[in-house]
C-alpha cells in the first residue's frame, strides 16, 4: 500500500470528497431537523419560513462557495 493513501485516494481526494459531499449530506440532514421543529411546534407558514431563513442561512455561504468555484473553474 503506497504511503499517504487509503483504499487507492490520496488524502487532498478524500478530503475533497468529505468538504463536498460530507457536508452537503449534513446540510441536507439539517434541513430535515429544521423541518421536524417546525413541525412539531406547529409554527404555522410564517414560522416555518422564519425557521428556515435563520436557521439555514449559515449554510448559504457553503452553497455560495461551491458555485463560485463551478463558475471560476477554481
Same mark, same amino acid.
Given at each position: 500500500?503506497?504511503?499517504?493513501?487509503?483504499?487507492? /485516494?490520496?488524502?487532498?481526494?478524500?478530503?475533497?470528497?468529505?468538504?463536498?459531499?460530507?457536508?452537503?449530506? /449534513?446540510?441536507?440532514?439539517?434541513?430535515?431537523?429544521?423541518?421536524?421543529?417546525?413541525?412539531?411546534?406547529?409554527?404555522?407558514?410564517?414560522?416555518?419560513?422564519?425557521?428556515?431563513?435563520?436557521?439555514?442561512?449559515?449554510?448559504?455561504?457553503?452553497?455560495?462557495?461551491?458555485?463560485?468555484?463551478?463558475?471560476?473553474?477554481?
Amino acid at each position: 500500500m503506497e504511503s499517504g493513501t487509503l483504499f487507492g /485516494f490520496t488524502e487532498e481526494q478524500l478530503a475533497d470528497f468529505g468538504a463536498t459531499w460530507g457536508v452537503g449530506a /449534513f446540510i441536507l440532514f439539517m434541513l430535515f431537523i429544521i423541518g421536524e421543529i417546525a413541525w412539531k411546534s406547529k409554527a404555522g407558514k410564517l414560522g416555518t419560513f422564519v425557521l428556515f431563513f435563520v436557521l439555514a442561512f449559515g449554510m448559504v455561504g457553503f452553497v455560495a462557495k461551491a458555485v463560485i468555484q463551478k463558475l471560476w473553474g477554481i
